[in-house]
């Protein structure tokens, strides 16, 4: 390992885990047969999460076939886009190539950022860090650096090669776009499972993101120890600057570092909350099922507080345990942080996750935040922002904050 590498490790992650001392781990009790958007594809009897608590093991009753944070049958389902096999060729992976210019300033009052390089790239501009929070990012300002899509719900137009253990971070899967770095850099996803979850379980939704032209690093299973995770989420980022960087290497100048978003289900958010709040290279992030402020057990708050990059909570609508603290976080968000809260009807604490195809809602709503946060698509700003958004009709009831 080079010094820089050992910096970089000893640095945001370590700073994270001291801050987070004090933090217990959320794990939620809850069963699928709420989930919602289109019938649950799991099967058999309804399972529960283990008790919330400090050091607990992995879920009471969960299937060790599938890695399913519970005990409610089968596993995440099935993409309708085939993961490609290494090596295999790949269509559709025309992306928007830009010149490099910085679109306008978005909304707020940040400036527009420079752009990336001048080899005919698409652009990287993103929005500055000038004075008030808001302008950190209501959408980047450089324009689509991904094809066009008109459905983020449906398959994406990039083909999708899973490996199973990522060379030199052993801890991680990863879901890579076709012919990734073709056609421009790719922004980046670092993923989180719920607790005693696997990537197995969440697969349909993370080939989903991916088909859509986002890299996804994905740790293969979360643990009790949310401190844990949180390192885990900020190796995960070092990962992804030293492969960018690695000359010869096979993501040597392909990944937009200056897009990444951090994601996570459950335990995965809570410890993302950290991760967006303190890591610089986070641009956005995303928190299913797991929220953070007035939980009975009390969990530090602090990272909610710190946090200025722009945010997504989007929880069950049927899910009794991180459900009301999904509220309170949105409640107790600093007041200028650009912030969307939607809440899906009838989903439990697993929600689309437990075999939904692709996830349903949730990867439906993931790509199109995606979209706009990290590939500048301002198509889809509409659908967070505004009282009239896509994600505030049926089947979601949304609430948000500096996003216009």
Same mark, same amino acid.
């Given at each position: 390992m080079s010094s820089q590498q050992r910096r970089m490790r *000893?640095?945001?992650?370590?700073?994270? /885990? *001291?801050?987070?001392?004090?933090? /217990? /781990?959320?794990?939620?009790?809850? !069963? !699928?047969?709420?989930?919602?958007?289109?019938?649950?594809?799991t099967a058999g009897a309804s399972g529960t999460l283990a008790a919330i608590g400090g050091a607990g093991g992995p879920a009471a009753g969960s299937t060790a076939g599938t890695g399913r944070p519970d005990a409610a049958g089968t596993g995440a389902g099935t993409s309708a886009r085939p993961v490609a096999t290494a090596g295999s060729a790949a269509a559709g992976t025309s992306a928007v190539a830009g010149s490099g210019a910085a679109g306008a300033p978005t909304a707020g009052n940040g400036t527009a950022g420079n752009a990336a390089g001048s080899d005919g790239s698409a652009g990287t501009a993103v929005a500055g860090t000038g004075g008030a929070v808001g302008a950190a990012g209501t959408g980047a300002s450089a324009g689509p650096t991904l094809p066009p899509i008109e459905n983020p719900a449906m398959a994406g137009p990039f083909d999708v090669r899973r490996v199973a253990t990522a060379s030199g971070l052993s801890s991680h899967s990863l879901f890579v776009p076709s012919e990734v770095g073709t056609n421009g850099k790719h922004p980046l996803v670092v993923w989180t499972c719920g607790n005693g979850g696997t990537v197995d379980f969440y697969s349909s939704f993370l080939e989903h993101l991916a088909s859509h032209g986002f890299m996804i690093v994905a740790d293969k299973g979360s643990s009790s120890d949310r401190l844990a995770e949180v390192a885990s989420q900020g190796e995960a980022v070092d990962w992804i600057l030293a492969e960018n960087a690695k000359m010869g290497g096979d993501y040597f100048g392909k990944l937009d570092v200056d897009r990444i978003a951090v994601m996570g289900h459950s335990l995965g958010s809570l410890a993302s909350f950290a991760t967006a709040a303190m890591n610089t290279h986070i641009k956005t992030s995303v928190h299913y099922s797991g929220g953070l402020t007035g939980n009975p057990v009390g969990f530090d708050e602090a990272p909610l507080k710190m946090m200025t990059k722009p945010t997504a909570f989007l929880c069950g609508g049927a899910d009794s345990t991180a459900g009301p603290a999904c509220a309170m976080d949105f409640m107790q968000a600093p007041a200028a942080l650009p912030v969307f809260y939607g809440v899906l009807?009838?989903?439990?604490?697993?929600?689309?996750?437990?075999?939904?195809?692709?996830?349903?809602?949730y990867g439906r709503a993931g790509v199109a935040w995606l979209r706009w946060q990290l590939a500048g698509d301002e198509k889809f700003k509409s659908w967070f922002a505004g009282a009239s958004c896509t994600l505030c009709a049926s089947p979601w009831t949304a609430m948000q904050r500096n996003l216009e």
């Open positions: *000893q640095g945001a992650p370590t700073r994270l /885990v *001291q801050l987070l001392g004090s933090i /217990v /781990v959320l794990v939620a009790c809850s !069963d !699928d047969s709420a989930s919602t958007g289109s019938p649950s594809a009807g009838g989903a439990s604490h697993i929600g689309p996750f437990g075999g939904t195809p692709r996830a349903g809602e």
